[in-house]
């Protein structure tokens, strides 16, 4: 069976759209959807066989782990366990583009999502397509939509170039993305005692230590 595409308003994805990239993620299938970053290739983080599948079709090797994006803080925490500092930085960049690695919580613990079964990176993406298919779904397994690397693709043709009919809905923007497209999103670990960066993108480490320094001295907050 082919894929479907769908050209989407960046501002809301209408609900005929949605509805079919949802029934596609129920199925077990990989939807690919615009966030505020770059595109992203996504599918239940709880069915063992969907993420293999996106393994596969990224090409991405099994240890890496795949991040997980949900609709809201609350429903990221459910599946982290917060911390002071992972709070305090949820206030301040959530939502938008800071991924926070977390000790999982009992619900995340079975999920597959690479070789660290012990915890998970999180993130509350700031794209109204994304969240409307985020608040539909619940959370979702999402990597960057590209086969391990080559830069993320930021067209149409680039996106079925990648991933064909691997890719069961395509949820795309009219306008490709800029050439050099958008910063990833920073990835912190908190799961580890003090605050590490393990991916520098859109938040400098410098924004982090401002709003970290307002609750006590640097570091001391992630424990």
């Known amino acids: 069976m082919g894929s479907v595409v769908h050209v989407v308003d960046p501002e809301l994805a209408d609900p005929a759209s949605i509805a079919e990239a949802v029934a596609a993620i129920e199925a077990g299938g990989l939807v690919v959807l615009p966030t505020e970053t770059v ?3 996504a599918c239940r983080p709880d ?8 393994f596969a079709a990224k090409r991405r090797p099994a240890r890496l782990s795949l991040p ?3 609709s809201s803080v609350p429903e990221a925490f459910e599946l982290g366990i917060p911390t002071p500092g992972a709070a305090t930085l949820a206030e301040a960049f959530w939502p938008g583009p800071l991924t926070m690695v977390l000790a999982r919580t ?3 613990a079975p999920w597959r999502l690479g070789t660290d079964p012990a915890t998970i990176g999180l993130r509350v993406p700031d794209h109204p397509v994304a969240r409307s298919l985020l608040r539909a779904t619940g959370p ?3 990597t960057s939509a590209n086969a391990s690397g080559h830069p993320p693709a930021g067209s149409v043709d680039g996106l ?3 991933f064909a009919d691997a890719v069961a809905v395509y949820l795309v923007l009219a306008e490709p993305l800029p050439p050099d497209g ?3 999103s920073t990835v912190v670990d ?6 590490g960066v393990v991916r520098q993108g859109a938040i400098a480490p410098a924004d982090l230590d401002r709003i970290l320094l307002g609750t006590g001295p640097q570091g001391d907050s992630v424990h």
């Open 39 to 41: 595109y992203g290739i």
């Open 47 to 54: 069915d063992g066989a969907a993420t293999a599948r996106l």
């Open 68 to 70: 997980v994006l949900t």
């Open 106 to 108: 009992e619900r995340s």
């Open 140 to 142: 979702l397994a999402v």
């Open 160 to 162: 079925l170039d990648a």
């Open 182 to 184: 958008h910063p990833p």
């Open 190 to 195: 908190l799961a580890h005692g003090r605050l």
